[in-house]
């Protein structure tokens, strides 16, 4: 079983920043990527950004140099530095695991994030 807890989350003018951290507890089937969605209301859940053991990270392309990931394989935690932030940035973000093998995934409860003009 694996818990997924997030944090960071919070309103904050456009461009602004928040850094938001998720850190996983309990039985991981071996790190196989970390990383964070981010769904807004009406909308699909969609990739913001994920990141493997060797440390290979992927950003969705609305990114655009303004988001960082990264992750402490250890501690299994994994952190998005939000730069920049843009209302249409507006989500609930959430963090996400997957195991390396056994198809493990898990996800984070959420938490909002409210850029405001």
């Known amino acids: 079983q694996v818990h997924l807890v997030e944090s960071g989350g919070g309103l904050v003018q456009a461009g602004g920043s928040l850094r938001l951290s998720c850190e996983a507890s309990?039985?991981?089937?071996?790190?196989?990527?970390m990383g964070w969605y981010r769904q807004a209301p009406g909308e699909q859940r969609e990739l913001v950004a994920t990141?493997?053991?060797?440390?290979?990270?992927n950003y969705a392309d609305f990114v655009k140099g303004r988001f960082t990931i990264s992750r402490d394989n250890a501690k299994y935690t994994v952190s998005l530095q939000l730069n920049s932030l843009r209302p249409e940035d507006t989500a609930v973000y959430y963090c996400?695991?997957?195991?390396?093998?056994?198809?493990?995934?898990?996800w984070g409860q959420g938490t909002q994030v409210t850029v405001s003009s």
């Open positions: 996400n695991l997957k195991g390396s093998w056994g198809g493990q995934e898990a």
């Open positions: 309990g039985v991981i089937f071996g790190f196989g990527s």
């Open positions: 990141i493997t053991t060797d440390g290979t990270t």
